[in-house]
């Protein structure tokens, strides 16, 4: 059986080409592989050293896949003699102009990652950052929500929380408050402590053990300013506990006489003789 000059041609062509595509299926099989593999052990690592789940989704199944299956194209294509240069610089320009339309956006992924790595809180933790109180309820890669004791959320860009400073109330366990209250400068001190450091008992959620304490903060314009200190296991009772002192105070610093100093100036008036 005899093929035409054309026929041949196409034979030659198809030789040349079949071990060029099997390559090429190749080199991407192996790359699949090598990626399923590297991506488990990697995983199987960062989830004994405890690091944020969330990170590790970011990093394995989103960053490194995409970095191997683009290589993976890469080495198949120089595998069959196709240029990707061109491509590759093409890819390149059109990421350098997604990342300035979308730097805010690329800002709040990069510092909710940090976020994932550093730990500076916990989902369930109450937190302070931006003037802003509650209980944080979930931490994306772009944003952490919370909860305040108005029962609202609120949704704060990851930027924003690496760029504050932020307060962590329930890292350490027990929290501390501070209640400041003035007396004039005729009152007893002592008399004033021993009226303050009842009040505490009247509220169940004020720790005994650390003992409230009240000192001396400082010698105003208008009266000698103390504080009372107290220990508050369960941070979310803060606010209340805080409103409710200050009532109390008032009243009894009203029972037994106590004054609570207005703000008030001096003017000395000088007779020319």
Do not use: C
């Not at 061109?86 to 690329?106: C, T």
């Not at 304490?213 to 103390?226: K, M, Y």
Request: hydrophobic fraction near 50%; avoid cysteine.
């Amino acid at each position: 059986m005899e093929f035409l000059p054309y026929e041949i041609e196409k034979i030659t062509q198809f030789d040349l080409w079949l071990p060029k595509a099997l390559g090429f299926i190749g080199v991407l099989v192996v790359f699949w592989a090598l990626n399923y593999v590297l991506r488990k052990i990697l995983k199987a690592v960062l989830y004994r050293t405890k690091v944020h789940r969330e990170l590790i989704v970011i990093l394995v199944d989103n960053v490194l896949w995409l970095v191997l299956w683009i290589t993976a194209f890469v080495v198949a294509f120089d595998y069959i003699n196709v240029d990707v240069n061109a491509a590759l610089a093409g890819i390149g320009f059109f990421g350098v102009a997604i990342g300035f339309a979308a730097k805010d956006s690329l800002g709040n992924i990069v510092a909710g990652m940090m976020i994932f790595w550093d730990k500076p809180f916990q989902v369930g933790e109450w937190i302070e950052v931006d003037e802003k109180f509650g209980q944080v309820k979930t931490i994306t890669v772009r944003s952490t929500r919370i909860r305040t004791l108005d029962n609202t959320f609120i949704i704060i860009p990851n930027q924003t929380i690496i760029n504050s400073a932020l307060i962590n109330h329930s890292a350490e366990g027990a929290t501390r408050v501070k209640i400041a209250v003035s007396i004039s400068y005729d009152q007893s001190i002592d008399w004033a402590r021993q009226t303050l450091l009842l009040l505490p008992k009247e509220i169940p959620f004020i720790l005994q053990e650390p003992a409230p304490d009240v000192i001396v903060s400082n010698l105003g314009d208008s009266g000698v300013e103390l504080q009372l200190r107290i220990w508050l296991d369960d941070v979310s009772k803060e606010r209340s506990v805080r409103f409710k002192l200050q009532e109390l105070i008032r009243k009894a610093f009203a029972e037994v006489d106590i004054e609570i100093p207005y703000p008030h100036q001096t003017v000395i008036l000088k007779q020319d003789k």
